[in-house]
């Protein structure tokens, strides 16, 4: 969900939440600098584009998101559903097929394929409408490091902490792939957030490219 924090005057910088990246740890981490949502359009996972026909074009207000290892995200959606009372996430479909043995190929194949928006792409998030990337793009392995840089730029805090909600329990997201084919579906879903971050397949540490 996309939250404002108030910085002076007219000033706001803009969280664009993209689902499972990390976004409600950062929430439950910002208690202390009064994240809000000054309208209830906010509520819900919406791109940046989205965000600011709600807000306005304004040129005080400064946004970021937080990206993720593509084939790492697909898991852990995997999982949250799985794991969370399917009225935190409202797919019951899924919730209950995944907990019948529906695999995690089959459902990599429902969200790439599904008419339904459940799970979009990460860079329908990130671009206006001319394709360009007006905001900061963090990235989820070094969140910490990145936010607290961030934050210093705007003079918010000088240290930063993030703690983790809403994680899922799993063994590391490779051993989910067992093929080559599955792993290129998803990089071709994510291929805008790839080339973007430069993101790699990885085996528990070991990059199968470079």
């Not at 981490?29 to 791109?47: A, F, I, Q």
């Not at 979009?120 to 936010?147: F, G, H, M, T, W």
């Not at 993101?199 to 199968?208: D, N, S």
Request: overall charge negative; glycine content about 4%.
């Amino acid at each position: 969900m996309s939250f404002c924090i108030d910085i002076e005057g007219d000033k706001k910088l803009v969280f664009v939440h993209i689902p499972k990246n990390g976004g409600t740890s950062l929430i439950a981490s910002l208690v202390h600098l009064g994240p809000n949502r000054p309208l209830r359009s906010l509520y819900g996972h919406l791109t940046f584009l989205e965000t600011q026909k709600i807000l306005g074009n304004n040129p005080s207000h400064f946004y970021f998101c937080i990206s993720r290892n593509p084939w790492s995200r697909m898991v852990s959606y995997y999982h949250y559903i799985s794991q969370t009372p399917h009225e935190h996430h409202g797919i019951s479909d899924l919730h209950e097929k995944i907990n019948s043995g529906m695999t995690f190929e089959e459902f990599v194949n429902v969200l790439i394929n599904n008419e339904r928006v459940i799970f979009r792409p990460q860079y329908e998030y990130i671009i206006d409408e001319n394709k360009d990337i007006p905001l900061e793009v963090l990235k989820l392995d070094s969140i910490e490091d990145s936010l607290s840089d961030f934050f210093i730029k705007h003079n918010l805090v000088k240290d930063f902490k993030v703690s983790k909600v809403n994680t899922t329990k799993h063994s590391h997201y490779s051993h989910f792939y067992d093929s080559s084919e599955l792993i290129e579906k998803v990089a071709r879903f994510e291929s805008g957030i790839i080339d973007y971050h430069n993101y790699v397949f990885e085996k528990e540490g070991v990059p199968l490219t470079s």
